[in-house]
């Protein structure tokens, strides 16, 4: 089993719809989870942390359940700038961060 | 700050010729990171550093593949001979230190390409 698996899409939706990425993890001991966005032949840069309360930011809300070992990420009221590909992020303390591979968006007019 | 430095941002180069790659982190940052990047296989961990020193290099595909962080400022991700399977984007990234929420920040990669 992969260490952190996402469903690699794409995601096509219009703009203005509600969308949600899941993400699973294989290594209980991760303390850390973030997502990261990707554009087209650019870094990956952080987009949020994930908080085992969830958070929000924004149109973005996050939530992790460790039970479970299941990440998600909730985009709102899409735009066409959120079109990139979203990386599912752990770390386990005291080691480097493990990225999925990801999952393509794309929003269109 | 510049953010993470990475030269070349392009590199094209012959089957057997060795490559160089190179990383200026944030300065401060503890850490320093090199990933590899392919359609195929998604964002993989090469090596990383802490204060200079190697940490874990489990990554590195095989002996073709060298690094070396001679001080806080400055790190080369060397591959002698270069194979065309190398061809993939190489990324450095840094961070201050590995406490919870602490994040990664990555430089704009260097774009191999083996012919």
């Known amino acids: 089993r992969k260490e952190v698996e996402q469903d690699p899409g794409p995601f096509n939706v219009p703009e203005g719809a509600t969308v949600a990425f899941n993400c699973t993890y294989s290594?209980?001991?991760?303390?850390?989870f973030f997502w990261y966005r990707q554009d087209c032949r650019k870094e990956p840069k952080l987009l949020m942390s994930?908080?085992?309360s969830g958070n929000e930011d924004g149109r973005f809300t996050a939530q992790l359940n460790r039970a479970s070992q299941y990440i998600s990420l909730l985009i709102r009221d899409s735009k066409l700038s959120d079109s990139a590909t979203y990386l599912c992020?752990?770390?386990?303390?005291?080691?480097?961060?493990?990225f999925g591979k990801g999952t393509t968006l794309s929003v269109s007019s | 700050d510049a953010g993470v430095i990475q030269s070349p941002r392009h590199e094209v180069t012959e089957m057997g010729q060795e490559v160089t790659l190179r990383c200026k982190p944030i300065s401060g940052h503890d850490y320093l990171f090199w990933y590899r990047q392919t359609m195929m296989r998604g964002l993989e961990l090469l090596i990383y550093f802490n204060n200079n020193v190697p940490i874990d290099d489990s990554g590195m595909p095989e002996d073709r593949f060298s690094a070396k962080m001679p001080n806080a400022s400055f790190s080369t991700l060397k591959i002698q001979p270069s194979e065309p399977r190398d061809s993939a984007v190489y990324f450095c990234?840094?961070?201050?230190?590995?406490?919870?929420?602490?994040?990664?920040?990555f430089g704009p990669g260097t774009r191999l390409t083996v012919l």
């Open positions: 994930v908080y085992s």
């Open positions: 990234a840094s961070h201050r230190d590995h406490k919870r929420g602490d994040t990664q920040y």
């Open positions: 290594n209980s001991a991760s303390q850390s």
């Open positions: 992020v752990v770390n386990k303390a005291g080691t480097a961060l493990i």
